[in-house]
C-alpha cells in the first residue's frame, strides 16, 4: 500500500465522523431535551476526529520523507488500514451510524409541529445498543491512540498481534499506556473542562508557517517587554488576513521552547476558529486553558475536583459544565504559585466576548505571576474592553510583514518543484506582482 492510499484510508474515516458529527449536530438543534446518549456519541466521535486529524498529518509526513522512521511509521499505517483492521473496522462503524441515524436536515423549526412530533417519538439510540456503540469506539480511539503516542519498534510487533484479535490486546496495551499517564479519573476532568484540543490548530498552523518568518516578532520591542516582566498584557490586533494565527503560532512554539529551559514557565494557548463551533465557546476557551495547566502541573486544585464531582452528582457524565468565573477564580490560584503565559488568537471569532473579555481582565488585574497575550481584529468591543492594556497594531509592522511575505514567496519559488519549469525572468515578475499586491496579508 502506498503512501497516497493510506493517507486516502485516513481521510474517508475522518469525512465518515464529520458527517456522523453533522448529524448529531441536526438532533441537538432539534431535540429540546438531549438524551444522554446523544451527548456522549457526540463528544466520542469529537474525540475520534482529533485522533483522526493526527494520524493524516503522520500520513502525510511519511509520503514526503523516505527515512527509515517514516517508513516504519507507514508501515504501522498500512496495518492498521487493512481488511479487518482498525482504521477499515472504524470506517464502516461510522457508516453504519450515519445511516442508522440518517439526515438530520428534517429538523423543522424551533416550535414547529413536525418538530414537537420528533421529540415526542424519541431518538434512535437508547440504552444497551448505545452503551455498545460507545464501547466499540472507544475500542477504536484507544488502538489508534496507541499509534500515535507508544514506541514505533514495539507498536509494530504489537500490530500483527492486534490484527488476529484487536479487542484483547488493545485492553492490555491501553492500560500500559493509562499506567503511564493519566488515570481515568484525571482524563475525565480534563474532557469535562474542554473537548477542544487546540494543539490540533496549532500544529495546522506551523505546517504553513516557512520557517525564519515572524521571527521579527520575537524581537520586538512589545513581545520583549510582555515576556520580561512578571506580569504582562499585550493585545496583538490587525486586519483579516494579516497572517495573526500563523504568527501566534510561533510565538507559542517560542515559548513552549523558552518552558523548557525553565522548569517554572507553563505555556497554555487556545485557537478560536470560525468554522469549528465548539472552539467559539467561551467556557470551552477558559476550561481548555485550566485543562493545559493542571496537565503539565500533574495535580488539580481541590475546588476543581469537588466541582467535578457536584458535576457528577447532578448530570450524566459530561452533562454539567461548571462556570467561567469558577474557573477564572482557579487560574488566579494556580498563577499566584507559577509562572504562566497564555495565548488566545482569534478572539474576535469567540461567541458572547463581552463574558470571555470581562472574564481575562479580571485575570490580569488578579493573576500574580501570569502574562496574556491575546489577538483578533481590531472591533470596537474589544477596543472597548481592552482600552487600558498594551496594543500593537500588525499595521505598523508593515515592513517587516512584507518581509515575510517576499521570504515566503522567494522560498515556494525557489524550492517548489511545480515552478522549476518556469524562466528565471517569469519568477520574477511573479515576485514582484505578489508582493505588490499582497499589501500584508
Known amino acids: ?11 474517508a474515516v475522518l469525512q465518515a465522523a464529520n458527517s456522523v458529527i453533522s448529524v448529531c449536530y441536526d438532533f441537538r438543534a432539534a431535540i429540546k431535551d438531549q438524551p444522554w446518549a446523544l451527548t456522549r456519541i457526540t463528544n466520542s466521535v469529537n474525540e475520534l476526529r482529533l ?27 498500512e496495518a492498521l488500514c487493512q481488511d479487518g483492521g482498525t482504521i477499515a473496522n472504524c470506517y464502516e462503524e461510522l457508516r453504519g451510524l450515519e445511516q442508522k441515524l440518517g439526515s438530520g436536515s428534517w429538523a423543522g423549526k424551533e416550535g414547529s409541529k413536525r418538530r414537537a412530533l420528533i421529540q415526542s417519538i424519541g431518538w434512535q439510540f437508547k440504552g444497551k445498543d448505545a452503551e455498545d456503540l460507545l464501547k466499540r469506539l472507544e475500542g477504536y480511539k484507544s ?65 504553513k508557517r516557512q520557517l525564519g518568518t515572524n521571527d521579527w516578532f520575537l524581537s520586538c520591542k512589545e513581545f520583549e517587554e510582555w515576556q520580561r516582566a512578571e506580569t504582562s498584557f499585550l493585545w496583538l490586533s490587525g486586519f483579516p488576513g494579516s497572517g495573526k494565527t500563523i504568527l501566534m503560532s510561533t510565538v507559542v512554539e517560542f515559548l513552549q521552547q523558552c518552558g523548557e529551559r525553565k522548569e517554572s514557565a507553563i505555556v497554555a494557548y487556545y485557537y478560536c476558529d470560525f468554522r469549528t463551533p465548539e472552539t467559539r465557546d467561551p467556557l470551552n476557551i477558559i476550561g481548555s486553558i485550566l485543562a493545559q495547566i493542571c496537565f503539565k502541573l500533574g495535580s488539580f486544585p481541590a475546588a476543581l475536583e469537588a466541582a467535578f464531582e457536584r458535576s457528577k452528582m447532578t448530570a450524566p457524565a459530561y452533562g454539567k459544565r461548571s462556570n467561567v468565573d469558577t474557573i477564572i477564580d482557579l487560574l488566579v490560584e494556580l498563577t499566584s504559585q507559577n509562572g504562566i503565559a497564555i495565548v488566545i488568537d482569534a478572539l474576535d471569532e469567540c461567541e458572547e466576548r463581552d463574558s470571555i473579555l470581562d472574564s481575562l481582565r479580571k485575570l490580569s488585574v488578579q493573576g500574580r505571576y501570569l502574562k496574556i497575550l491575546l489577538s483578533s481584529r481590531d472591533e470596537a468591543d474589544i477596543r472597548e474592553n481592552l482600552s487600558e492594556f498594551p496594543r500593537m497594531r500588525l499595521e505598523t509592522a508593515s515592513a517587516s510583514l512584507a518581509g515575510d511575505i517576499d521570504h515566503y514567496i522567494n522560498h515556494r519559488l525557489d524550492h517548489d518543484l511545480g515552478f522549476r519549469w518556469l524562466k528565471p ?17
Open 425 to 441: 525572468s517569469f519568477k520574477q515578475v511573479i515576485r514582484e506582482r505578489l508582493s505588490t499586491e499582497a499589501q500584508g496579508m
Open 143 to 207: 488502538t489508534l491512540n496507541l499509534a500515535l503516542t507508544m514506541d514505533q519498534s514495539a507498536l509494530l510487533k504489537v500490530m500483527s498481534a492486534t490484527m488476529k484479535d484487536v479487542e484483547e490486546n488493545t485492553r492490555t496495551l491501553f492500560q500500559q499506556f493509562q499506567d503511564m499517564s493519566l488515570d481515568e479519573r484525571k482524563r475525565e476532568i480534563l474532557h469535562w473542562l474542554s473537548p477542544v484540543d487546540p494543539s490540533v490548530s496549532h500544529e495546522a498552523a506551523m505546517r
Open 51 to 77: 485522533i483522526l486529524n493526527r494520524l493524516e498529518q503522520v500520513a502525510n509526513e511519511s509520503e514526503l520523507s523516505f527515512d527509515n522512521s517514516c517508513k516504519e511509521r507507514l508501515s504501522t499505517l
Open 1 to 11: 500500500m502506498d503512501p497516497l492510499s493510506v493517507t486516502a484510508s485516513v481521510i
